[in-house]
């Protein structure tokens, strides 16, 4: 049986990832971590709509935008759960 992932929550979800990934270097300063986030979120955005056959927008910018907001909401899921 397949499950369909929601399109724009992959993104919150990568991110997220990264996010994680990023916490774990103590070398690098918290307050770039939003920064890396939201580019990694808009780039992901553009290529979504590229391969993805439903997403939500058609145009680039747009495009970017849903990814940047997705990519900081994962740098602050981890401070709703808290």
Request: hydrophobic share 45%; aromatic share 10%.
């Amino acid at each position: 049986m397949f499950y369909e992932i929601g399109r724009v929550e992959v993104i919150t979800v990568i991110t997220y990832l990264i996010y994680l990934g990023c916490k774990e270097f103590k070398d690098l300063d918290n307050k770039y971590i939003p920064l890396i986030c939201g580019v990694t979120g808009g780039i992901l955005g553009v290529i979504g709509m590229y391969t993805v056959p439903d997403f939500p927008t058609k145009d680039i910018l747009n495009s970017m935008a849903i990814g940047i907001v997705s990519g900081l909401f994962a740098t602050k899921a981890n401070q709703i759960s808290k």
